[in-house]
């Protein structure tokens, strides 16, 4: 897409933000870091502005600091739908029964051992569930195979309708790997050769999936930073850029604490064909700011974006 390549360069994309004077910021900002200001408001109607977050729960936590990570995270007021990974977790099912009485909707698989790895949470006042499913990518590998097994990963697909306005949000949910990065490429294992493999799948499903919005979530197990700077053959970016944009891409690193480490792999998305970042774009959905969130028992912070959805 030229017009985000564009501002994209504008905006100094790697290590800086875009500015402009729109949605007030938070009070928890990560000391020592400049925040920039949000997006400027493009020409049009503004059907809702959404909080579409991303959160590896980490599966081994305790039940009691899992359950006050997902109190913190459904009570922040700027936080409308929720990615998780590491879900098959003794603890999920409990998580989800309290998230219900708090308002919140939740689309999960149940296998016969327990929960599934992935789910999709969304405040009910907003919006209503139209369908949700499941695609596997590749099979798991055990310890014979890799020194850091995996189970069969792939994404799921929840659709849901925004009740104001009946439009359609569609979230692509996923997680990769663990151990296939480098620092400037991937690693030589089984790990990095189905990491792969799913990222070149995941590059067709935001073109082929339904919604007036897609938007995507994900640990994706590989540094935005070092991707964007080295841009290896296969790579997130290699992979994705012409089909879908996160929202480092677009607003930048510039006040945004690492997911994990000193390593940016939590990642918000926005499928290309959905995408405005200028006012001529065909798109229907602006990334106005992120940031990262502290203050969890997890060991990744969770990533928050906020998109403001035009009626396009």
Request: proline content about 6%.
């Amino acid at each position: 897409m030229t017009s985000r390549l564009a501002a994209l360069v504008a905006c100094g994309v790697l290590l800086l933000g875009c500015s402009g004077p729109d949605d007030a910021p938070e009070d928890d900002a990560p000391v020592g870091l400049p925040r920039p200001a949000p997006a400027d408001r493009l020409p049009g109607r503004v059907v809702d502005t959404l909080g579409v977050a991303t959160f590896n729960v980490y599966r081994h936590l305790p039940r009691r600091a899992a359950m006050e990570d997902a109190r913190r995270l459904t009570r922040n007021e700027r936080v409308d739908v929720i990615g998780w990974q590491e879900t098959r977790a003794d603890y999920f099912p409990d998580v989800r029964d309290r998230l219900s009485r708090r308002g919140w909707d939740t689309w999960q698989l149940w296998e016969p051992d327990g929960p599934f790895w992935l789910a999709v949470s969304w405040r009910r006042d907003r919006f209503e569930l139209v369908d949700g499913s499941w695609t596997e990518v590749h099979g798991g590998a055990g310890k014979q195979r890799t020194d850091l097994p995996f189970p069969p990963r792939g994404y799921v697909v929840v659709t849901l309708r925004h009740r104001d306005s009946g439009r359609l949000l569609t979230v692509v949910d996923t997680h990769l790997n663990p151990g296939i990065e480098t620092g400037d490429g991937f690693q030589d294992s089984v790990n990095a050769d189905y990491a792969k493999e799913h990222l070149r799948e995941l590059a067709e499903v935001w073109d082929s999936v339904p919604g007036d919005l897609v938007v995507g979530a994900g640990d994706f197990n590989f540094d935005f930073h070092d991707d964007f700077e080295a841009r290896p053959e296969g790579g997130v970016w290699d992979t994705q850029h012409e089909h879908a944009a996160s929202s480092y891409e677009v607003l930048g690193l510039d006040g945004v604490e690492p997911t994990r480490g000193s390593r940016w792999i939590d990642y918000v998305w926005i499928a290309d064909r959905t995408l405005r970042v200028d006012a001529k774009d065909a798109g229907s959905g602006q990334y106005v700011a992120h940031r990262s969130l502290g203050g969890f028992h997890s060991d990744h912070r969770p990533l928050v974006a906020r998109i403001r959805w035009y009626a396009r």
